[in-house]
């Protein structure tokens, strides 16, 4: 290589690194609130509470969906915050539009919410911003606030130090599973998901705007809170603003890819079982029953 070429070389990568630093810089880190818990504790609560839904929920045996959504899932979770988290994606067989994560990684998918999206991209932000709450510790989080407003003295004598901290959560009675307060997130958490969610939609190579749009489509459809993924997952206030304002610093819109053909064939699948599940029940949500 000629001197000519090395200080060639040379410059493109000062111009990266300083590409790259301006793009950290315009992504400050989102902070989510303060947390009692450890990470494999994240991951131990997650593993408990998805072996309970397993049992509770019917998920979706078929190897196309099954490898569809792990794939689709994990690709999206490695452009998140916490890309190390043991990510796994689930179907629930289930008209009702809804999807939820447990702490440290598993995500569940109703067969109503990929009905429901019209390509890929509006499943992908659903996914994003489930695979946001694993990521920035909401559920741990949330199960933080529930035990310092119950126990703050215990808590500030140490008393949940050395992995007492989950036996302590069962005392309480605030249960990890899929129907528990604890995933019921606060108009922050929303906000910070919504914010991860259309980062991980840009690096991936969706626009970010079909996050909002989806939600904002759900909204239309809700009629006095049938929608369960809506109550989980409440607006916390102009939505497609706020998500329009992130996308405008994340960078230059990209040539989106926003549908495959893969989406459209797990569509077709997902709507021929939701035919053969018979008439939508009300009452049945697509969570399981409070225990
Ligand atoms: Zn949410």
Redesign the pocket.
């Known amino acids: 290589m000629g001197t000519l070429q090395k200080h060639f070389l040379a410059v493109a990568c000062l111009l990266t690194l300083f590409a790259l630093q301006a793009a950290a810089a315009d992504r400050p880190q989102i902070k989510p609130g303060f947390n009692l818990f450890s990470r494999q504790q994240d991951v131990d609560l997650g593993r408990q509470a998805a072996a309970q839904t397993d049992r509770q929920l019917p998920i979706v045996r078929d190897a196309f969906l099954e490898n569809y959504i792990n794939r689709l899932g994990r690709r999206l979770a490695s452009y998140s915050q916490a890309p190390d988290f043991p990510y796994t994606f689930k179907i629930v067989r289930d008209k009702n539009i809804n999807a939820f994560a447990l702490p440290g990684g598993p995500v569940y998918v109703n067969t109503g919410t990929i009905a429901a999206a019209d390509n890929e991209a509006e499943l992908a932000g659903v996914l994003a ?2 695979i ?2 694993v990521a920035l510790r ?1 559920a741990t989080n949330n199960a933080s606030k529930a035990m310092l407003a119950q126990f703050p003295l215990a808590i500030l004598g140490g008393m949940t130090r050395s992995g007492s901290a989950l036996s302590q959560l069962a005392r309480m009675g605030l249960g990890f599973g899929a129907n528990s307060v604890l995933l019921k ?1 606060s108009r922050d ?2 906000r910070q ?2 914010l991860q969610g259309a980062r991980i939609m840009y690096d991936a190579g969706y626009n970010p705007d079909l996050m909002a749009v989806f939600f904002q489509k759900l909204e239309a459809k809700d009629r006095g809170g049938s929608i369960q993924f809506l109550s ?2 409440p607006n916390p206030g102009n939505r497609v603003q706020a998500v329009r304002q992130e996308e405008a610093r994340l960078g230059p819109p990209k040539p989106w890819v926003n549908d495959t053909a893969d989406f459209q064939q797990a569509k077709e699948l997902v709507s021929s079982i939701n035919q053969q599940s018979g008439p939508n029940r009300q009452s049945d949500s697509s969570r399981p029953a409070p225990r």
């Open positions: 911003h489930e946001s709450h909401h997130y958490a929303e998901a919504d989980d997952h």
